[in-house]
């Protein structure tokens, strides 16, 4: 009698931590698929960046420092952590968006067709990159919510999974605050 | 709820329908065996029809209602913008690919989604919506119609529509069997017994159908606009979207007609004052409403 009770809890208990390893992994996997989300969109501007710069170069002959400053963040973009890339990724951000700023200035440009469909184009992958971010971070605290919550903590500790970084959002707001007196 | 809640009670809600309408098949297909003299015959005739239109509408449910509203295609570069906000927001919705884009030319301000599951979907929205919507509202809107196909509403509303059409389908045979069947086989009681039955069920059926089908309609809109509005991170866009939506003076799409209307974001007929019958017949809740649950997040 005694022996069928303690089987049954221990049916129940494998039951239990089976599911709490299935229902972890199916957390991470999100995670890494929300990563390579974003990856792919990173990678879809950083095709489409020689494409403006090329275009751009004719027309604005005279603003040399935001096209550099573009093809060096690009540069960085390659390789490093998810930190540098994040890092990377928002100073295209900034850079393209005062590419385009001094762009408003040179109305041939602005009607020029490859230039509006490159525009078209960029400024549709830094939505979706910015989405992606979205859903990457949201997969990030759910499944780091699901590492800390008892009793699944004490499982993830002993299948060794590890918490994920959040991809931060905008660099500049990140940095430590300087307080000089 | 969480959304992944609400896919698994979405699916869950496939099945009852499935099972709730599988039932009402041999139900009918029962009474019209006994008017022909062979429960068997009846039950096998009306799961073979079923068995076909399903297979027909699963398959090709979401290509006829699309062929139907004249959608054509969203193409590069005139769409591009359109395509590139629905790519966007999948990505926010984690879909496994984008749904397809469509585009009705209509100036009325309108978009639906269909499909049976995200990966064979489709989004379409009016021309007049892409006309008469800024960034935000547009983006309001297809986050909405993302949501029902995250959420598998599509599944639920295009499983809801076939076995209503089903029903309609098999009641409507019942009903020319008693008005111009046989006379030759005698009157006695439980022919007649039989007939009042079939009759009672056959005039029922689709109407109980049809009001399973638009109530399960109605909840979906809100949950898809508080889902869309996380995927958007922003009520308001969706909100003013609906405001518009709502002060269109021509809210009629030419090519939508009662078996497309529930997919609509807002029905797409003309305004007619509320009631108690209107309400429990309508595709949609009040819009008011929605614009107040919107700007309350």
Known sequence: MVSSW??????????LIIYIYNSLIKLRMRVNNAWSQIDVQLKRRFDLIPNLISTVKGYMKH??????EVTKARASLVTGSMQQKAKASNQITDALKSIFAVAESYPQLKANENFKMLQEELSGTESKIAYARQFYNDSVMLFNEALQVFPKNIFAKLFGFKEREFFSTKGKERENVKVEF | MGIY??????KRRSFFLIFFFFGM??????VIGLYYGSELFGIIFSLFI????????WYGGAGTILAMTKAKEATKPKYTHLINTVEGLSIAAGLPKPPKVYVIEDSALNAFATGRDPEHSSVTVTTGLLEKMNRLELEGVIAHELSHIKNFDIRVMLLASVMVGLTVLLSDFLLRSFLWGRRDRENNGVTIVLILVGFALAILAPIVGEIIKLSLSRKREYLADASGALLTRYPKGLADALR????DPDPLVDHANKATAHLFISTPFRKTKSSFTKNLFS???????????????
């Not at chain 1, 303690?6 to 039951?15: F, K, M, T």
């Not at chain 2, 079923?50 to 509408?57: A, D, Q, V, W």
């Open chain 2, 244 to 247: 518009k939506i709502q002060n």
């Open chain 2, 5 to 10: 809640e609400e896919i698994a009670s979405n």
């Open chain 1, 63 to 68: 603003e040399k420092g935001v096209l550099e």
């Open chain 2, 283 to 297: 595709t949609h809740p009040p819009i008011e409403d929605r614009i107040k649950r919107l700007e309350s997040m």
């Open chain 2, 25 to 30: 098949v041999i139900l009918l297909g029962l």
């Open chain 2, 50 to 57: 079923g068995f076909i239109y399903f297979l027909f509408s």
């Open chain 1, 6 to 15: 303690i089987i049954g809890i221990i049916v129940v208990v494998v039951l």
